[in-house]
């Protein structure tokens, strides 16, 4: 189930967010400490869905400003107008609390523990202290300082599942964001997803619309395979949205998510038993390595992985840029014996690089401050280097942006000279977000043929996707999502 939060600050706020609500929402919870001068009663009438009223202390992370006895009475009314559901805190004084536990008639009660700090090792005993009470499902929310803090609680889920006890187990913060969208399929009770951005009731909570049309965390089942793509950090991939699209659109019960790892040894060796396969960013493309089984032909040629695939038991790694890039760029022409120029000396620019030579084409690369780290990658690549200042001595067919010279925000920036642009040049640009650059702006008005990065990013992602899953990639419809959010992201 998704529970959105209702936050107020107003109860017509509130009552107006009711209905954007019921598309999406299984259930609602009435944060009544963040809705001034809230009428309980009609509140309970017009939510069109089952609601847990709540009415959280400062010290628990509410805002409720009146007497512990005050408090409760708000939850004793709830009761008494047939709410679905209350949410109390263990932390409340004992008599308090055995009181509303003792005379809750048909209202369930959500036993609630928070820890807005960390998440420790010692929820197992919280969890047995908890179950003694006569609550109807158990809340345990914590804090995650470490991505390996979803696995204490995804434990205990499971716990909670073979003992047939509902609990509501998530972890809070940046770092805990994977638990709300695993939890259900950990045997969780139910998840919290915020109705619009501003409207989050705890840190780290996803908007309801993408756990339910991306993530899809209500159809998600013990044969659900887990995805995703592993980063530091991993905030600005759009790995989640094609992938997931890809994974609905073919019928396959699988979901993908971000991984904000750190560490890539410690978090293999956690998370390995959970996994069917990753996307690996920067900058652990290298570092990934030394966990594999196998690494296949091209990957060890480029130096670096980007897909990581567990193939007869064993983990594989694989790179799908350098195909990417030179599917989107063979759609124009044949490489053999162009001028290709590179702008850029990075990870993006070896791999496109290595399938440039490879495929004839004359390559010289460029550098702007790291003249070693360039000449590094021509003496591998076997090229010409050039500094950055140097392009306007260059004769070039072809193109290449590896750098981040555009990129949003900086939309004004362009890593090339409008006047070096010729008629019939090639240009390609490895950014995608915007769709089209600068760069490629000035191109088609000097009468270039152009290759948004978007293409790249749709080549690399449908090779993984098909590593994973045997299945030929929907690219249409991954392409299609994609553009439609850089679209509407201003």
């Excluded at 609630?112 to 700090?117: I, K, L, M, Y």
Aim: proline residues 5%; hydrophobic residues 40%.
């Amino acid at each position: 189930m998704i529970c959105i939060p209702i936050v107020g600050p107003t109860m017509a706020q509130a009552l107006k967010d009711f209905d954007a609500c019921q598309s999406l929402a299984d259930i609602i919870e009435l944060r009544l400490d963040l809705i001034a001068d809230h009428d309980l009663p009609r509140l309970l009438k017009e939510a069109g869905k089952p609601c847990i009223v709540t009415n959280r202390c400062k010290t628990e992370g509410g805002q409720f400003k009146g007497s512990e006895e005050e408090r409760i009475q708000v939850l004793r009314q709830a009761i008494d107008h047939g709410a679905a559901y209350i949410d109390i805190e263990t932390s409340t004084p004992g008599p308090l609390l055995k009181s509303v536990l003792e005379n809750k008639g048909n209202t369930q009660a959500i036993l609630s523990h928070h820890d807005f700090t960390r998440t420790g090792d010692k929820l197992e005993p919280l969890y047995e202290l908890m179950c003694q009470l006569p609550g109807d499902v158990l809340k345990i929310v914590t804090y995650a300082q470490d991505l390996n803090d979803n696995l204490t609680m995804f434990k205990l889920l499971a716990r909670a599942r073979k003992e047939e006890k509902k609990l509501i187990g998530l972890c809070m913060g940046d770092k805990g964001e994977i638990s709300r969208i695993l939890t259900l399929m950990m045997g969780g009770f139910l998840t919290f997803g915020a109705l619009a951005t501003g409207k989050e009731s705890a840190p780290g909570q996803i908007l309801a619309a993408t756990l339910k049309h991306v993530y899809r965390v209500n159809e998600l089942t013990a044969a659900t395979k887990i995805f995703g793509v592993i980063g530091d950090p991993v905030s600005k991939s759009l790995g989640y949205l094609i992938h997931n699209r890809a994974l609905r659109e073919t019928g396959l019960p699988h979901v993908y998510v971000p991984f904000w790892v750190q560490n890539v040894t410690k978090f293999f060796n956690a998370f390995e038993p959970y996994i069917s396969g990753l996307s690996v960013t920067m900058p652990f493309k290298e570092d990934i390595q030394k966990v594999l089984d196998e690494i296949d032909p091209v990957a060890q040629r480029m130096g670096a992985v980007n897909t990581v695939v567990r193939q007869n038991n064993r983990w594989v790694g694989h790179n799908t840029d350098g195909p990417g890039a030179l599917q989107a760029l063979t759609a124009h022409g044949d490489l053999q014996g162009k001028q290709v120029l590179i702008l850029g000396a990075g990870g993006t620019a070896k791999a496109i690089g290595q399938e440039v030579v490879e495929r004839g084409g004359q390559l010289t690369i460029t550098y702007n401050r790291n003249r070693e780290k360039a000449q590094a990658l021509a003496n591998e690549l076997q090229c010409q280097l050039i500094s950055i200042r140097a392009v306007d001595q260059q004769e070039v067919e072809v193109l290449i942006n590896c750098s981040p010279v555009g990129m949003t925000p900086n939309i004004n920036e362009t890593p090339f000279p409008a006047r070096l642009l010729k008629p019939n040049m090639v240009v390609f640009d490895s950014v995608y977000n915007p769709t089209e650059t600068r760069l490629l702006k000035e191109a088609a008005e000097a009468g270039c043929q152009t290759i948004s990065g978007l293409e790249f990013f749709i080549n690399q992602a449908a090779a993984q996707f098909e590593l994973w899953t045997g299945k030929p990639a929907p690219v249409p419809a991954m392409r299609q999502v994609l553009m439609d959010h850089l679209n509407r992201t201003p």
